[in-house]
T-cell receptor, first 108, second 116 residues
Framework: EDKVVQSPLSLVVHEGDTVTLNCSYEVTNFRSLLWYKQEKKAPTFLFMLTSSGIEKKSGRLSSILDKKELFSILNITATQTGDSAVYLCARGGDDMRFGAGTRLTVKP | EAGVAQSPRYKIIEKRQSVAFWCNPISGHATLYWYQQILGQGPKLLIQFQNNGVVDDSQLPKDRFSAERLKGVDSTLKIQPAKLEDSAVYLC??????????????FGPGTRLTVL
């Protein structure tokens, strides 16, 4: 079965902490690796990665892809309560596959 | 730029009834996706269209679910008959199938279906 596995499933931190979220995927039909943030509604796009070793950054968020080891990480530095959400990764291709998500809770 | 539109936003039906959901993607987006998201899980791809052709429907329960995108623009997803386990949020997404933007999806607000 084509799987995207995220870890940890949930994480509780305090404001100001740095977190690292993990995503591993199977290589079948791989074209890209995507990260989304889902609060109460629909997922919103964060990053798309296609090349190994090239970090993408947006403010306090950054992500990198390792195509040899088939994983990606999403880093959030100086976390804020507004970062509380479910973070989803997806293996992009002609058949999109999402992981179950990591639920991040940031406490004041 | 208008986002992905979905209707209805909420639907409550009894088991064995039928239900249909509608999606209008972002203008110019060739690829349209329907996902089922059960509470606590990630979105599960049901069907993916490229214009009006099906790219992937391997996870669509074809005995009860059907979808169409007749003119390559808006799409409908139907469940007939519904089961209790179909209770979920049904998300529609679209993407611009062009170069590096091929897989970047934009999601609609979703339809929350409750089957009683």
């Amino acid at each position: 079965e084509d799987k995207v596995v995220q870890s940890p499933l949930s994480l509780v931190v305090h404001e100001g902490d740095t977190v690292t979220l993990n995503c591993s995927y199977e290589v079948t039909n791989f074209r890209s690796l995507l990260w989304y943030k889902q609060e109460k509604k629909a997922p919103t796009f964060l990053f798309m990665l296609t090349s190994s070793g090239i970090e993408k950054k947006s403010g306090r968020l950054s992500s990198i892809l390792d195509k040899k080891e088939l994983f990606s990480i999403l880093n959030i530095t100086a976390t804020q309560t507004g970062d509380s959400a479910v973070y989803l990764c997806a293996r992009g291709g002609d058949d999109m596959r999402f992981g179950a998500g990591t639920r991040l809770t940031v406490k004041p | 730029e208008a986002g992905v539109a979905q209707s209805p936003r909420y639907k409550i039906i009894e088991k064995r009834q039928s239900v249909a959901f509608w999606c209008n993607p972002i203008s110019g987006h060739a690829t349209l996706y329907w996902y089922q998201q059960i509470l606590g899980q990630g979105p599960k791809l049901l069907i993916q269209f490229q214009n009006n052709g099906v790219v992937d429907d391997s996870q669509l329960p074809k005995d009860r679910f059907s979808a169409e995108r007749l003119k390559g623009v808006d799409s409908t997803l139907k469940i007939q008959p519904a089961k209790l386990e179909d209770s979920a949020v049904y998300l529609c997404a679209s993407s611009l199938r062009r170069g590096e933007f091929t897989d970047t999806q934009y999601f609609g607000p979703g339809t929350r279906l409750t089957v009683l």
